[in-house]
Structures are given as C-alpha cells and as structure tokens.
C-alpha cells in the first residue's frame, strides 16, 4: 500500500517564507496588518508546499464556513428535469466560485425533508442560504427564519404586509402583459390561458398579466397547469374541448408551450396559422427546439442566479448589517428583473 504524503503544516510554510506562524495565518485568514512584500512571500510558499488551510480552524478564526445552501422547494426529478433550476443553479456557482464559497444543494422530497433541511440550517454547517420555488403552503421560510441564517429567497414571496425578506425576481406580470398583447396585435381574439402552479407566485403574475389585457377573460379560457410538458398537454387538450374555436395561446413557461404545441400538432392545428402561441422564459435547449421554435418571454434566469448569491455575499461581508438594509424594487427588500419578447415562428 503507498503511504500518503502529510499534509503540508502552517509551520512549513511559515519556515518556507521565513516568515512567524502568525502572519501566516493572518495571510490565509484574510487578515490585515501584514505588509505586501510578506504577502507575497508567504503566498508563494502556499503555492510551492501545495497547503491547503484547515477550514475548521479557519472558521474559527473568520467565523465563516465559506459555504452557502441552496435550497429548491421541489423533488429530485423535478429539479433535473427543468432546464430553469440548471440555468438558476449555474448562475449561483458562478457567483460563489468567484467568491470561493461553496454550493450546498438541498432538495425537498416532503415534509420529512423539511425538518431534514430546518436542522441541517441551524446547525451551523453554511453561512447563508438561497431558497427558491417556493409553494404557497411551504414550511421552509419559518423554518430557515427559525434556523437564523442570512437567506435571500428566489421568486416574489407573499407572506402578508411588511415581510421584509430579500428576493430576486423578474417582472412576471409585466412579461405576460407583454405576451398577450402581442398576440391580441397579431389579430388574435380568442387568446387562452395555461397557467403555472398556482400556488407559486410566478404562476398568480401571469395569470394577473394575462388578465390585465384580456379583461373579464372567459373563464372557459384558462386552465390550470404546473409548469411541466405534461401539464401543457393535459391543460391544452382541455382548452380545445372548451373552446375549439380558439386562435391563441399564452402558456406561463416554454416546457407547457412545449405540451401544448405537441397537442396542437396531434390534432391538426396549424401553428401560427390556426393557433398562435407564446411561452415564458426563452430557455434555449427548449424554445429553439419546438416545432415551430417558440415566440416567448425572455427572463434572465442565470443572472437572477447571480444577483441572489451576490446579495447574500454581501450582505455576510457587511457582517451584522441586516440583510434587507440596501435598495430594491420595493422598499429595499425585493430585485426585480425587466423582460423581453422573443419573436420566433410560433407566434
């Protein structure tokens, strides 16, 4: 059997830079007080040892772990099956990478999971957390608000009048007002409605936009749906045995456009010229792949990523600043991100 090395020691690298165990340790802790010259000397005798801190000893000293937990509110085979959830969680690694924080993925099965997740919070294991996909009967906000660690929630919360949580958002509503007028300026008059779940907020701003433009909405018009193909094709078919004399649909993302586009194909209806439809979110691998590509509502959903893990970054380096103490959209607790139409062939 080879023997392993030992681990390089902060005593070998301080003899390597002939420098005192304690301004090493202030060099790799981050610490102030040392002068360049000896900065450089003991980063490169970190360089040339290949050591590699001790991170529970470091965070005794920066009381930092240097890790933050992502929690999504969905089970396993939702989150890997959703291109959204890979384009958000990208957007995250990026911004923790850059910051050399790591990513701790929590994923919730049922409300075993969520005590699993409260507890694991509250155990001092990450510094903050991100928690996003929220449902409207969801436990883990008092839960992480229990736990006491920063968090910056991903979605619009609606938790009554004056939660002061931090979110990251993009302008649901107005991206379905978006949707429909255009449709409505393509001469469409019986414009349809597939909705997210509607115990999601994103869902309720869709359903409100869509509303904003067609007023009093024939409720024979919508149908609800939960963001899935299969959502879209239950909900599409169903639009079609209500009203066959349809000519648009506005789906509130592109894997329900998606559905119903299949539906629309299976039956005979020709899309745009029998049937025109929009989607929401222009994820690539999805939008520029159905038949036709989809006309949709761009959201930046990689950068809403970002801008969530930059928040809670910087809101630990301000260290007992309350989280909610910068400006936002909405009195200082919420970022919400402008969309845009993308005009493809289905619409």
């Known amino acids: 059997m080879t023997e392993t090395a030992p681990r390089p020691t902060l005593e ?16 790799v802790n981050g610490g102030e007080g040392v002068r360049e010259p000896l900065v450089e000397r003991v980063r490169r005798a970190v360089e040339e040892l290949g050591y590699v801190p001790n991170q529970a000893a470091r965070s005794l000293v920066t009381k930092r772990h240097d890790a933050v937990a992502v929690v999504i509110a969905e089970p396993e085979t939702r989150v890997f099956a959703d291109p959204f959830f890979a384009l958000q969680l990208r957007g995250i690694s990026k911004e923790l990478t850059a910051h050399d924080s790591q990513l701790v993925l929590l994923l919730t099965e049922g409300r075993a999971d969520h005590a699993r997740v409260g507890r694991y919070l509250a155990g001092g294991h990450v510094d903050g957390a991100l928690v996003f996909s929220l449902h409207l009967d969801d436990p883990l906000p008092e839960l992480v608000q229990r736990a006491g660690v920063p968090t ?16 990251v958002d993009s302008d649901n509503r107005g991206g379905a007002r978006e949707a429909v007028r255009h449709l409505v300026g393509l001469g469409r008059r019986r414009v349809a409605h597939i909705t997210g779940a509607l115990d999601q907020t994103s869902a309720v701003d869709r359903l409100d936009g869509f509303r904003d433009v067609v007023v009093d909405a024939d409720p024979r018009l919508i149908a609800e749906g939960d963001f899935t193909p299969a959502g879209g094709e239950r909900a599409m078919r169903l639009l079609l045995e209500r009203c066959p004399d349809l000519d648009a649909v506005f789906a509130a993302n592109d894997l329900a456009a998606s559905g119903a586009l299949r539906v629309l194909r299976a039956q005979g209806r020709r899309v745009p010229e029998d049937v025109a439809v929009v989607g929401f979110d222009d994820m690539l691998p999805v939008a520029e792949q159905t038949d036709p590509p989809l006309t949709t509502i761009r959201q930046d959903i990689e950068e809403m990523g970002r801008l969530m893990a930059g928040l809670l970054l910087r809101a630990l380096d301000r260290r007992g600043t309350p989280l909610d103490d910068g400006p936002g959209a909405d009195g200082g607790s919420g970022v919400v991100l402008p969309t845009t139409l993308v005009r493809r062939a289905s619409a």
């Open 152 to 167: 910056v929630f991903g979605g619009r919360p609606d938790w009554g009048e004056g939660n002061r949580s931090v979110y």
């Open 12 to 27: 070998a690298v301080a003899a390597r830079a002939g420098v005192s165990r304690a301004t090493v340790s202030r060099v």
